[in-house]
């Protein structure tokens, strides 16, 4: 039932190694994206695909790789991690971009890199 | 750069009481302004506001925008320990994409 699923829900991992977490959505949206919240609860925005395709890129280094087989599913990949990378992901979809239609989140995925 | 400010921080009240949380935001090329709750996980969806004036209400929230001063309040009475949160407010542009420009948050605690 659970309308946006990210897994894992925990991810601790040392610095350096290589990492994806999965979203799959069951709404039907066309949209979907991937937001990081820092420690400080700011939340931003990082990639958004719509129906495959790559919408917004923001300022994010490219060892992050966001990767979208079919519009349900939008995965993240993380390169060579560090430190700074520690913070909740939050992955969210919604039905069209470019319309005023709310983002659904997930659950996050909570990373630690030590 | 595109900016939305929440105030306050955090504030915490009684049951029974009733808070206000505001939030101002500066962006070119507005399109709405967004309401969300989150308690442990997802943050959850409350509100979108698009017209100035016009009182969005569910349950004891409600919400108002006025976009001449660029400012939005969420008001909730009669405060439960359930509304225990941080709110969180976005806006978007009318832009390519359907990004989410968030404020900081307000952490409200409500006590018994």
């Known amino acids: 039932d659970t309308a946006v699923s990210q897994t894992p829900k925990y991810l601790v991992t040392q610095m350096g190694n290589d990492k994806s977490i999965k979203c799959e959505q069951n709404l039907g949206h066309d949209t979907m994206y991937w937001y990081k919240q820092d420690s400080k609860k700011f939340l931003k925005i990082m990639f958004s695909?719509?129906?495959?395709?790559?919408?917004i890129n923001e300022t994010v280094p490219n060892r992050f790789s966001p990767k979208s087989p079919d519009k349900a599913h939008l995965n993240l990949h993380i390169n060579s991690l560090e430190l700074g990378d520690s913070a909740v992901y939050f992955c969210a979809s919604s039905q069209e971009q470019g319309r005023n239609s709310p983002l659904h989140f997930g659950n996050g995925t909570r990373l630690t890199v030590t | 750069e595109d900016k939305v400010v929440q105030s306050p921080l955090s504030l915490v009240v009684h049951e029974g009481d009733t808070v206000t949380l505001n939030c101002s935001y500066e962006v070119t090329n507005f399109r709405s302004l967004l309401w969300y709750k989150q308690e442990k996980k997802a943050p959850t969806f409350l509100f979108m506001l698009?017209?100035?004036?016009i009182e969005k209400k569910s349950g004891r929230l409600s919400s108002i925008l006025d976009k001449k001063e660029l400012f939005s309040i969420l008001n909730i009475t009669a405060t439960q320990t359930g509304d225990s949160a941080v709110y969180l407010c976005a806006v978007t542009i009318k832009a390519a994409g359907n990004k989410l420009t968030f404020g900081g948050g307000t952490r409200v605690l409500v006590k018994p």
């Open positions: 695909y719509n129906n495959k395709e790559l919408i």
């Open positions: 698009t017209s100035s004036g």
